[in-house]
């Protein structure tokens, strides 16, 4: 006959999956429930929110269909998606506004140095047009490249001469799924299994915080000015309405959009370009209130930043770091900040989320991320 103690020991682990399963079940997304703010914000500009990372099946690995992506796209509440097939821009013919979204064209470009993506051009690199100018030839065209997923185990980016491109995307889906599937697996095991069960924890799961990439934009910075993008990576393969708003690129603009889809796309690429835009895990928690902006103080020569969630109402449950040249110089608990005495510079900010975890207490996640040159 089993002691107790026996039975006790075989009864344990089976509870703790129990438990833990059903904490997983009834996880719910968003994890905080905030208001979409009005595109106009109280300092006059305007506030966008789009997808920028994306394929469809005019991508040989892609499965989704534009309609299948718009209605995802329109769903999420996006104002734009940026489509980013691999090495063509099959997609145009659907350029413009539909179901309330604007579908812009773009294009992730394989080389033998990894991905990047290419906006603002109708130029199309075809796999024997490739050189290491191709950054350049981007620009030439009149628009602007980004280096795609620059740390992922697969695609890395690897070369460290061509300093020609324009922004890094910090965030994808894809590398952290790659880098889950690496040793030890723990993460992407867990998250394969509990996936049927509440895909979009899978996806919380997988989050870790981006160091690698930020090392990676820390050597960018110090050779030439960039900004940053993020994006789901996604391929229609878990399907768009499920990864759509892992991660959002979110804009700022002095004007507002008109509703003339070729008026709109310049406002669009216009404020990317010139990285007036932060990115956001909005799966977490809509992210449209947040705001930074540096004021000048001439008489000291020193800067200070103004920074924040306007009604965000959990502000115990944010951080708030900035980092000046990567040096950190502000880690407090709360909604907003001001930070004095800034010297020259870039700065880059972080909202950090306390989310609950599926055992007890909570962990800290990355949730909006700006940079500010
Ligand atoms: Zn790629
Ligand atoms: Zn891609």
Redesign the pocket.
């Known amino acids: 006959m089993k002691s107790i103690f026996a039975k006790i020991l075989i009864a344990l682990p089976v509870i703790l999956i129990f438990y833990v399963s059903i904490r997983i079940a009834f996880y719910s997304f968003p994890v905080y429930n905030v208001q979409p703010s009005p595109s106009k914000r109280p300092d006059g500009t305007y506030h966008y929110k789009g997808a920028i990372h994306l394929h469809t099946n005019f991508s040989h690995d892609g499965v989704g269909t534009v309609p299948e992506l718009l209605l995802a796209a329109s769903k999420a509440e996006l104002n734009f998606v940026i489509v980013t097939d691999h090495n063509n821009l099959n997609v145009k013919e659907y350029e413009g506004y539909k179901q309330g979204v604007l579908l812009i064209a773009g294009m992730?470009i394989s080389t033998p140095y990894g991905?990047f993506l290419a906006f603002d051009t109708d130029e199309n690199l075809k796999e024997t047009e490739k050189t290491d100018y191709f950054f350049k030839r981007i620009k030439q065209k009149g628009g602007f490249s980004v280096i795609?997923?620059p740390t992922s185990p697969t695609?890395p980016w690897t070369d460290k001469k061509n300093l020609d491109y324009d922004g890094i995307e910090i965030l994808t889906l894809?590398t952290y799924l790659e880098n889950s599937f690496r040793p030890p697996f723990v993460k992407g095991i867990i998250s394969t299994l509990f996936s049927p069960v509440n895909f979009r924890w899978s996806m919380l799961n997988l989050i870790t915080y981006p160091k690698k990439e930020i090392d990676f934009l820390s050597d960018a910075l110090a050779t030439h000015p960039v900004f940053i993008t993020c994006g789901s990576?996604a391929h229609g393969k878990p399907s768009y309405d499920k990864v759509i708003d892992f991660c959002l690129t979110h804009i700022i603009t002095d004007t507002p959009l008109t509703n003339d889809y070729a008026t709109d796309k310049k406002i669009i690429f216009s404020a990317i370009r010139n990285g007036s835009l932060y990115i956001a895990n909005d799966f977490i928690a809509n992210a449209d209130s947040f705001y930074a902006y540096m004021d000048f103080n001439p008489a000291d020569n020193t800067r200070s930043l103004k920074i924040g969630i306007r009604d965000f109402p959990y502000k115990d449950h944010l951080k708030i770091n900035v980092y000046a040249m990567d040096k950190k110089i502000y880690s407090q608990r709360g909604n907003s900040a001001v930070v004095k005495g800034i010297s020259s510079g870039h700065l880059r900010a972080e909202v950090m989320i306390d989310v609950p975890s599926v055992f007890f207490g909570s962990n800290e996640i990355l949730w909006i991320m700006a940079l500010i040159l």
């Open positions: 992730e991905h795609a997923h695609n894809k990576d």
